[in-house]
């Protein structure tokens, strides 16, 4: 267990390196309650409903979806780390083949690895080479927290933006053979905002951008405030040629300095570009590792809107974004309740008197914060019980 309780959050980069090892940290407050565990073991009561006497990870599997077989809160994984922590060697290692077990006893619960289950390092298998000798890096094999496609493509595709930033950016101005809507395999013709440096291309690299298109306002759905601008991302260009200034002979005969917009190559397209379509420098890949835990101080706040196009309601893997950020303590992995808005209705149920009542909030799931900006989040749903609205309000899982 406990190669896989501090590997359900620790080990999960979504972006991991082949054949890197995922060393992540474990914080002090995570250790602190996985020690206390240690001692005194889990109540019976904090146990899932259906929790398995034993259970085999296969590939295939997440570590969230492996903590919720054993614990009713997945994130709560220190817990379960704490059942086995004499057994540990690296807390951010769990392998497909590793053999858990569950024990009980005296009203208290504890999760081992079978006896000869491989802790903290990879299965291997005997591998004959020849006629010489091979050397190759064993990939990485251990679990990610989550699906990796659920969130990947999301880590480059959104961007908040000031308001009026994208009217700064780079823009594109035309294409070739006169097209209208531009895709990948495409060529488009780009130019720089007059009063800003040309659009260089640096020949010691591969120019990366991305391209955007309407800053679209985020609102906060309780006070009305706009949070920020979410560009709506289309795809991915590549820069061949820089923006120059050239002479040019106009119909006079004279020459003219003329503006040579850059030249870009469209290489991945989420939707058909056009003209006056904006770019932004790619971002640096990272490498994220995401820790689903509880926010530790207390956070209200609510759904603004589902990512994708006039899209009202949202339902389990999807994008939300939620208006809460950095500025309100919100960091990568934070896991927040999903509470269904109470319906506002009439009380007829007395003869001759009305009343105005608002039913209660109900929990409807969870979701993990994966992006988080200053003032705003994106966030994916975990569970859920019920379709997710905008408006619907979060708060700290517990």
């Known amino acids: 267990m406990a190669c896989w309780a501090a590997a359900l959050v620790c080990a999960g980069s979504l972006l991991a390196l082949p054949a890197v090892a995922q060393n992540y940290p474990v914080t002090p407050t995570q250790r602190s309650v996985a020690e206390q565990v240690a001692v005194a073991g889990i109540p019976l009561s904090e146990l899932a409903p259906n929790a398995p006497d034993s259970y085999t990870v296969k590939s295939g599997d997440t570590l969230w979806a492996i903590s919720g077989l054993f614990l009713k809160s997945p994130w709560r994984w220190p817990e379960l780390w704490g059942m086995n ?67 990947e493509p999301f880590l480059a595709e959104p961007v908040i933006v000031g308001e009026g930033e994208l009217d700064l950016a780079p ?38 951008y991305r391209v955007f298109r309407n800053a679209r306002a985020l609102k906060d759905p309780v006070t009305g405030a706009v949070l920020g601008f979410e560009a709506q991302y289309l795809g991915k260009a590549e820069l061949v040629r820089s923006e120059s200034v050239q002479p040019v002979v ?27 379509d904006r770019l932004l420098p790619e971002p640096p890949r990272q490498i994220v590792s995401y ?27 999807q994008v939300v974004v939620i208006n809460r950020g950095t500025a309100d303590g ?54 859920i019980n019920d379709t997710v609205s905008i408006g619907d309000r979060i708060a700290n899982p517990r």
């Open 250 to 276: 106009d119909k006079s005969g004279e020459p003219k300095p003329t503006i040579i917009p850059a030249t870009i190559d469209i290489v991945g397209a989420k939707e058909e570009m056009r003209v006056g």
């Open 330 to 383: 919100i960091e990568s992995g934070h896991v927040l309740a999903i509470l269904k808005d109470g319906k506002r209705l009439q009380d007829r149920s007395q003869a001759g008197e009305r009343a105005d009542i608002k039913l209660p909030n109900e929990r409807n799931g969870l979701l993990m914060v994966f992006r988080p900006f200053e003032r705003v989040s994106y966030a994916l749903i975990l569970e």
């Open 171 to 208: 823009r594109i101005v035309a294409a070739t053979e006169d097209r209208v809507l531009i895709t990948r395999g495409d060529r488009a013709y780009v130019r720089g905002r007059t009063g800003t440096p040309l659009l260089e291309r640096d020949p010691r690299r591969i120019d990366e």
């Open 291 to 317: 820790v689903p835990r509880a926010p530790q101080a207390p956070i209200d706040g609510s759904i603004m809107s589902v990512y994708g196009d006039a899209v009202a309601l949202a339902g389990q893997n």
């Open 85 to 151: 922590l004499e057994q540990l060697r690296n807390p951010h290692r769990i392998y497909p083949g590793q053999v858990l077990h569950l024990e009980k006893a005296d009203g208290l619960a504890r999760l081992r690895l079978a006896q000869g289950g491989a802790i903290g390092r990879a299965p291997t298998e005997t591998v004959r080479v020849s006629p010489r000798v091979r050397i190759g890096g064993l990939p990485d094999t251990s679990l990610p927290t989550l699906q990796p496609h659920l969130i």
